[in-house]
């Protein structure tokens, strides 16, 4: 190879790396990776010039392939019961619902240590006495393996832990003790150091409010923020400036630098301080990704600045990313990983062509310029990550970070000399005086500008035609390409356009009925031509809320079966969402059973915000463009106040283009039998309860298809066995969404998994 293929080969290897780990993602095994690096070995040896060249690409892809094969399909212990035994090492958080969880790391599961760590969770009252990070844990609980998604685009809960290094689920706490290690745990010191240093922030002179805010940008604890307040940063654009990242290292390192001028530290011995500061800080914020990343694109910046051998940003970003995804390929899916590196991205290779747009007088000038580049920089370079996780573009991103990222830093600033100063009482009063005034300012501003209408612009998910927008958007603005006037122009102008046009909702032709998967819990929606109707909405979790964000849907209506949390509980992420709700139907007399307070809160807080409700009743009709859904229960007048909300849950017959589909709701066995109408399929009721769909109503119904929303093994199981022969059952716990397509006459049901 020549001396600039040599030098121009670590940017597309890094790619060619990356896209290796995706095909191992998919891949069955991790032989085809390993045959592909031996046949790509092969070929470097015996290949010259531009053929070796080509092979060290295709061997960058095999290894990419063999190493994510491995890493994002490990071996497993088998599911069972298992003697636990394992160090807390993150947070001990507690639920609402009383779930209790945390990670523990050196887990052995009946003495034999465990690859990898471990998600605990429990329920209780209560945290337990003593459980905090940093202590040894014993118990008996059930191992199992962590799922992917059950619903398009849905929640990878599987990957999301593997990014953190945990491989199995632990559930239950049987015969629990805690105790202090019986030796040294460098994750487990580091939890409870970084847990002692919360603490101390939270009750500080600083307050609970400001001490939240400080543990979270210095240590990247972010639990004791309120949900409401992490919403506001987002929809403003400056989330990042909660999570430890590039930003936050950096400013240890400007402090560094600054400290080492002063003391006049020789080169070479900046290197070793700088890595042993940035190590332990690293342990310090949990071996977050974010801060590692930031870390290692620093030291390797700072080594080259000290050799005085520095390289080009681009190639120090793709070293960066080759280091980060050997590792931990599965990083590569992540939203932090992606933000980052799309954010350096942008900064290497745009922000030098905006600065050349504008040249200012004066220092001050140069330097606002150059900060105004970066941010719209590192804002094209985020924009497809972005619009993918969130389908919203804040439109105040640009004009709000470079200001709040100036006032951040002082912030960060501040909080770290009130921690350093907590031992001086007569010192940290003042420090965290000012600390905590300059909180509450940043969250003064911040809750009032996310709380206005419009600062978000409601998108549907990107596809690849929006990829292909922004990547002709990115050429056109890259100073590392030597282009025209008149080419980088038509370039951005056919970028944008492409951009905005794949960012339209298509109107939709067809019908369909979808079946989400949310556990014990029910959440569904008839997709018919453009018209949308929500049946149920789930519990809090937002899945209907993610699948109608994603496509920029909103329901015309919402019917609510009941008012039970496990059917109602998802209007609250519908709200949060800012998805509006027209119109929700109800069953007739709906409050007068028993139902859970906050939905009846829920609704109204809806109601005061112009959502319109209405009440059915066996005999109700509502006309749909491709048929009708009609109303078999509850009857008019009979719902009794303090009864079981199950027993008046509505039950609607959809009647779509010669196909007949039953929602039974929850209705119990009870009055089952007034509801029953043969139809080509059911959505069973109860999450397949032995409380309802009995023989005889099985037998009326006489279904060839039946929906079942449970996350009960045994209950698919039991149910199955309770259906005649040629009935077919589909049950979200073993195949996660189910899609009913209505076709003239005939119908197709359609499995996720």
């Not at 940093?134 to 191992?143: A, C, E, N, Y």
């Not at 005085?308 to 960066?320: E, G, K, W």
């Not at 922004?470 to 080419?487: D, K, N, Q």
């Not at 959440?523 to 519990?539: C, E, K, Q, S």
Request: charged fraction near 15%; aromatic fraction near 8%; proline fraction near 5%.
């Amino acid at each position: 190879m020549t001396a600039r293929q040599r030098g121009w080969l670590l940017p597309p290897l890094a790619v060619f790396f990356a896209a290796g780990i995706l095909l191992g993602r998919i891949a069955s095994s991790w032989v085809y990776g390993a045959a592909g690096s031996v046949l790509a070995l092969a070929a470097c040896l015996l290949l010259r010039g531009r053929g070796r060249f080509c092979a060290l690409l295709a061997l960058g892809l095999a290894l990419g392939c063999l190493r994510g094969a491995l890493a994002f399909h490990p071996a497993l212990p088998a599911e069972g019961s298992y003697a636990v035994s394992g160090i807390v090492s993150a947070e001990v958080e507690s639920r609402a619902e009383r779930q209790i969880r945390t990670s523990l790391s050196q887990v052995t599961l009946d003495g034999v240590p465990l690859r990898g760590g471990a998600y605990w969770s429990f329920y209780a009252e209560e945290i337990p006495e003593g459980l905090v990070p940093g202590m040894r844990v014993t118990f008996l609980g059930s191992l199992y393996h962590p799922s992917g998604p059950s619903n398009p685009d849905g929640y990878d809960f599987r990957e999301e832990l593997l990014r953190r290094g945990i491989t199995v689920g632990l559930y239950g706490q049987e015969d629990l003790a805690v105790s202090l290690p019986a030796s040294f745990s460098l994750s487990g010191s580091a939890a409870a150091l970084r847990h002692r240093l919360s603490r101390a922030l939270l009750s500080s002179p600083l307050g609970e409010e400001a001490g939240a805010y400080a543990a979270a940008m210095l240590l990247g604890n972010r639990s004791f923020l309120p949900r409401e307040d992490r919403t506001a940063f987002s929809r403003l654009g400056i989330a990042h400036l909660l999570s430890v990242s590039g930003f936050h290292t950096g400013i240890i390192i400007a402090f560094l630098a600054l400290l080492f001028r002063r003391l006049r530290l020789p080169q070479k011995c900046r290197l070793p301080v700088y890595a042993l500061v940035l190590g332990g800080y690293v342990l310090l914020c949990g071996s977050a990704q974010p801060v590692l990343r930031a870390s290692l694109l620093l030291l390797l910046y700072q080594r080259g600045r000290m050799l005085a051998r520095p390289r080009s940003m681009l190639h120090l970003l793709s070293a960066a990313w080759l280091l980060m995804l050997t590792l931990s390929p599965v990083q590569l899916t992540g939203l932090s990983f992606q933000l980052s590196f799309a954010a350096m991205a942008g900064l290497t290779l745009l922000s030098s062509f905006f600065s050349s747009l504008w040249q200012p007088e004066g220092k001050w000038g140069r330097r606002l310029r150059d900060s105004f580049s970066a941010g719209l920089a590192a804002q094209i370079g985020i924009l497809l990550p972005e619009l993918k996780a969130f389908q919203e573009l804040p439109l105040l991103a640009l004009l709000l970070n470079i200001p709040l990222m100036a006032y951040s830093s002082l912030l960060i600033a501040l909080y770290w000399a009130a921690l350093l100063s907590l031992p001086l009482p007569f010192l940290s009063d003042g420090i965290c005086f000012l600390a905590r005034w300059a909180t509450q300012g940043l969250l003064a501003l911040v809750r009032l500008l996310g709380s206005l209408p419009g600062i978000t612009l409601w998108t549907k998910a990107p596809t690849l035609l929006s990829a292909a927008g922004v990547l002709l958007l990115a050429a056109g603005c890259c100073g590392m390409l030597r282009l025209r006037p008149r080419s980088r122009g038509w370039l951005s102008a056919v970028g944008c356009l492409v951009l905005a046009l794949s960012l339209i909702p298509l109107p939709h032709r067809g019908t369909e009925y979808i079946q989400f998967s949310v556990g014990d819990a029910d959440a569904a929606l008839l997709w018919d031509g453009d018209m949308v109707l929500a049946v149920d909405t789930g519990y809090e979790d937002g899945v209907l809320s993610d699948f109608l964000h994603r496509r920029r849907l909103a329901p015309d209506a919402v019917i609510l079966t009941h008012l039970h949390a496990d059917h109602a509980g998802g209007l609250l992420a519908l709200r949060e969402d800012h998805i509006p709700i027209p119109l929700v139907y109800l069953p007739d007399d709906a409050t007068l059973p028993e139902v859970h307070p906050d939905v009846l809160a829920l609704l109204e807080t809806l109601q005061r915000e112009g959502t319109e409700f209405r009440s059915l009743a066996a005999g109700d009709r509502l006309e749909l463009p491709s048929g009708s859904v009609s109303v078999l229960w509850p009857e008019e007048g009979k719902t009794r106040p303090g009864q079981d909300a199950n027993e008046s849950s509505l039950v609607l017959f959809f009647d779509l283009k010669g196909t007949t589909l039953l929602q039974a709701g929850d209705l119990d066995g009870r009055y089952e039998m007034y509801a029953a109408a043969p139809a080509d399929v059911l959505k069973a009721a109860h999450h397949g309860s032995t409380r309802s769909s009995s023989e005889a109503y099985l037998e009326a119904v006489s279904p060839l298809a039946v929906l079942l929303s449970t996350g009960n093994r045994d209950r698919t199981a039991q149910f199955r066995e309770r259906l005649e022969e040629g009935c077919v059952l589909f049950s979200t716990q073993d195949q996660g969404m189910l899609r009913v397509r209505f076709l003239e006459n005939a119908f197709e049901i359609e499995t996720f998994r």
